[in-house]
C-alpha cells in the first residue's frame, strides 16, 4: 500500500524556520554567547550556518523555488542590506572578534547567511534569463 504523501508547504516552513533562527540568534547575541564562544567557534558557527543556508538553497528543490518566488527587488534588499552592515561594521570595528558582540552577531550569524542565498538566487536568475544564442545563419533557399 502506498504512502499518501502529505503536503508541503515550504514557504510556511521556511519563514517559521528562519524566524526560529533569528529569534535564536538574537537571544544568543542578547545574552553574549558569541562573544563568551571565542573567535575560532564563532568563525565555525558562522560558516556552519552560511554553508548551511547556501546547502539548503541548493540541494532542496523546495525551497529554491521558495525562493525564486521572492521578486527580485527583495531578493536584492536581503542581500545588500547585510553586504552593506558587514561593509560598514568592518570598518568600524577595531577586529572580527566585535563581528561577535551585541547586534552585530545577529548580521554575522543570521544576515549574511540569508544575504549569500540572496545572491545565489538572483545569480541564478540572472543565469537563466540571459539571452540565448543567435541561431547559426544559413543561406537562403533560392
Do not use: C, N, Q
Request: hydrophobic share 60%.
Amino acid at each position: 500500500m502506498a504512502d499518501p504523501a502529505l503536503p508541503e508547504d515550504t514557504p510556511r516552513a521556511l519563514a517559521v524556520a528562519l524566524a526560529i533562527w533569528a529569534a535564536a540568534v538574537s537571544l544568543g547575541a542578547a545574552d553574549g554567547v558569541f562573544a563568551r564562544l571565542g573567535p575560532e567557534v564563532d568563525f565555525a558557527l558562522a560558516s556552519f550556518g552560511a554553508l548551511f543556508a547556501l546547502g539548503t538553497y541548493a540541494l532542496d528543490a523546495g525551497v529554491r523555488s521558495a525562493v525564486h518566488r521572492v521578486p527580485a527587488g527583495l531578493l536584492a534588499v536581503g542581500a545588500l542590506v547585510p553586504d552593506a552592515g558587514l561593509g560598514l561594521a568592518l570598518d568600524a570595528a577595531p577586529s572580527l572578534e566585535a563581528l561577535a558582540r551585541g547586534p552585530l552577531a545577529l548580521l554575522a550569524f543570521f544576515g549574511m547567511p540569508l544575504a549569500l542565498v540572496a545572491h545565489a538566487a538572483l545569480a541564478a536568475a540572472a543565469l537563466s534569463s540571459a539571452p540565448a544564442k543567435s541561431p547559426v545563419s544559413r543561406p537562403a533557399a533560392t
